[in-house]
């Protein structure tokens, strides 16, 4: 019995090592032009960066997944401090999402709606590894161009000495693993109705 808690122990941890690997350090792919642009809520810097990309004409619309009920796009626009009009006819906002489940399924509504087949996806470093794997796995034939920011508290160095930022890692890693293990028992359910 001790031996198999030190073998989960080193696989979680090994797990932990390799989760860590997957958050970006920089910006892999700045120039891709794609149909749209999603950015999922949680951070200023987020909206920000879609807005720019928008203005940089890197897609034709922006979406912006999980907005709260009761904010439109001129509120969105002022709370990010543009205010320009050539963006409102460009952004849609999506308010069903409450996490990053969620956030894919909404965003693949949207797409389909739109007719697209390829999005720039727009979330802090930490959170890309979870939402690129939910996003594969709701949306399998779109292409999806992961595009991090890079949230100044965050730090990735070195990050088992900073105290937030090892909870934020731990916090993210136990939600990977847990959306790993739901979608491999989706992917079982569906392999053995046949669906």
């Not at 941890?13 to 794609?34: C, H, N, S």
């Not at 997944?65 to 626009?77: A, H, K, N, P, W």
């Not at 959170?127 to 920011?149: K, N």
């Not at 693993?177 to 053995?192: D, F, G, K, P």
Request: charged content about 20%.
């Amino acid at each position: 019995m001790v031996l198999l808690a030190i073998l989960i122990l080193v696989i979680l941890v090994l797990g932990l090592i390799a989760f860590v690997d997957k958050i970006p350090t920089r910006l892999a792919d700045k120039e891709t032009q794609t149909d749209a642009i999603v950015v999922l809520t949680g951070g200023s810097e987020r909206l920000d960066e879609g807005l720019l990309l928008l203005t940089q004409k890197r897609a034709k619309k922006l979406f912006v997944s999980g907005v709260y009920r009761g904010v439109d796009v001129q509120r969105l626009l002022e709370l990010s401090k543009q205010n320009r009009e050539e963006l409102r006819c460009c952004v849609a906002l999506g308010y069903d999402a409450i996490s990053t489940e969620g956030n894919a399924i909404e965003t693949r509504a949207w797409l389909e709606s739109e007719g697209y087949s390829s999005v720039r996806l727009v979330t802090a470093n930490y959170h890309l590894p979870r939402s690129m794997m939910e996003f594969h796995h709701v949306m399998p034939g779109i292409r999806i161009i992961p595009h991090a920011v890079f949230p100044e508290q965050f730090k990735r160095d070195n990050w088992w000495l900073w105290p937030g930022t090892l909870n934020l890692i731990l916090s993210e890693y136990m939600k990977f693993i847990m959306s790993a293990l739901r979608q491999t028992y989706q992917s079982l359910t569906v392999a053995e109705t046949g669906a």
